[in-house]
């Protein structure tokens, strides 16, 4: 995998999952899908 998803500190303190999208092939590149929450 070679794609990245790049955040602040403050937003990782955020982040609850992470997954990656395998359903449709996308070349040598995949969606990364990250979930926050936000309301901290």
Do not use: E, Q
């Not at 999952?17 to 979930?35: G, R």
Request: glycine content about 0%; aromatic content about 10%; proline content about 5%.
């Amino acid at each position: 995998m070679i794609d990245y998803h790049i955040v602040t500190p403050s937003m990782m303190a955020c982040a609850r999952a992470a997954s990656v999208y395998k359903d449709v092939k996308f070349s040598d590149h995949a969606p990364l899908i990250v979930d926050y929450n936000r309301t901290l």
